[in-house]
């Protein structure tokens, strides 16, 4: 019981990013004293930091990288998932591909026989590398520019995706737990995220080893909303209780 409650706070502070001690107490249904004794173990684990009155999670120290680099790190092993994820997308679908060094991958990879399919992204460089597919159509979802990842991001971005539902999305992350779910280390990124989820019939998560077991700032989705998750060989390997959370695992 102790733990649940430790890992719904965790869980909770992911969503909103910052909380105060009073509304967690009201959203656990526990008194102040047992939320501040939950947090002290949070603290010292260095999963939360602690604020005056308020709980947040702990500084990424971290400058963010350019996708230009983030691409170099696991390279062979995001090519292999790449390949995987995009031999998913099928003739007729309209598909949700999100920005990443990861999803980037997938658009490289995707096959110059599809037809009739129609990839929303809000990705420019993803954009630009579907320009060579005659039979794909793309539409870019709009927004303000995020100039590290080429993304776009709020405002308007979400406007246009609230008007699409799509067969399936294929999601980049930061993080993929079993128990913390789907997490990404930019919370403006993450609000697109989770919309396109919500938006989607099928959520394809594409994570080199690296993110396996990782938790970061923002919470996109329980891991039980992951369709597929398409990782690599090499590395880490997903836990027993990881490939127990989602529907399927593609190893490449």
Same mark, same amino acid.
């Given at each position: 019981?102790?733990?649940?409650?430790?890992?719904?706070?965790?869980?909770?502070?992911?969503? !909103?990013?910052?909380?105060?001690?009073?509304?967690?107490?009201?959203?656990?249904?526990?008194?102040?004293?047992?939320?501040?004794?939950?947090?002290?173990?949070?603290?010292?684990?260095?999963?939360?930091?602690?604020?005056?009155?308020?709980?947040?999670?702990?500084?990424?120290?971290?400058?963010?990288?350019?996708?230009?680099?983030?691409?170099?790190?696991?390279?062979?092993?995001?090519?292999?998932?790449?390949? $995987? %994820?995009?031999? #998913?997308?099928?003739?007729?679908?309209?598909?949700?591909?999100?920005?990443?060094?990861?999803?980037?991958?997938?658009?490289?990879? #995707?096959?110059?026989?599809?037809?009739?399919?129609?990839?929303?992204?809000?990705?420019?460089?993803? %954009?630009?590398?579907?320009?060579?597919?005659?039979?794909? +159509?793309?539409?870019?979802?709009?927004?303000?520019?995020?100039?590290?990842?080429?993304?776009?991001?709020?405002?308007?971005?979400?406007?246009?995706?609230?008007?699409? !539902?799509?067969?399936? #999305?294929?999601?980049?992350?930061?993080?993929?737990?079993?128990?913390?779910? &789907?997490?990404? $280390?930019?919370?403006?990124?993450?609000?697109?995220?989770?919309?396109?989820?919500?938006?989607?019939?099928?959520?394809?998560?594409?994570?080199? !080893?690296?993110?396996?077991?990782?938790?970061?700032?923002?919470?996109?989705?329980?891991?039980?909303?992951?369709?597929?998750?398409?990782?690599?060989?090499?590395?880490?390997?997903?836990?027993?209780?990881? +490939?127990?959370? &989602?529907?399927?695992?593609?190893? %490449?």
């Amino acid at each position: 019981m102790v733990e649940a409650r430790r890992s719904e706070i965790l869980s909770l502070v992911q969503q !909103h990013g910052e909380l105060p001690v009073t509304e967690l107490s009201k959203l656990l249904g526990v008194s102040e004293v047992t939320v501040r004794s939950d947090l002290k173990v949070l603290v010292d684990a260095g999963q939360v930091r602690r604020t005056r009155g308020s709980v947040r999670l702990p500084l990424d120290i971290r400058r963010e990288s350019p996708i230009e680099e983030t691409r170099l790190e696991h390279s062979a092993a995001k090519r292999r998932i790449g390949r $995987a %994820a995009a031999a #998913l997308v099928r003739d007729g679908e309209t598909v949700f591909l999100d920005v990443g060094s990861t999803t980037t991958e997938v658009a490289r990879a #995707l096959s110059p026989t599809l037809q009739g399919v129609t990839v929303v992204t809000n990705g420019l460089n993803i %954009a630009l590398e579907l320009e060579r597919l005659s039979g794909v +159509r793309v539409i870019v979802t709009g927004g303000t520019l995020r100039p590290l990842q080429h993304s776009l991001i709020s405002p308007y971005a979400l406007d246009i995706l609230r008007r699409i !539902h799509a067969d399936r #999305l294929i999601l980049g992350c930061n993080g993929v737990h079993a128990e913390h779910g &789907v997490t990404n $280390a930019n919370h403006e990124e993450a609000e697109i995220k989770r919309l396109m989820v919500e938006q989607a019939r099928e959520v394809v998560v594409v994570a080199d !080893h690296s993110k396996l077991g990782q938790i970061s700032r923002a919470h996109i989705a329980p891991t039980r909303r992951v369709t597929t998750l398409v990782t690599d060989r090499g590395g880490t390997q997903p836990s027993a209780a990881l +490939r127990d959370a &989602v529907l399927d695992l593609i190893l %490449a």
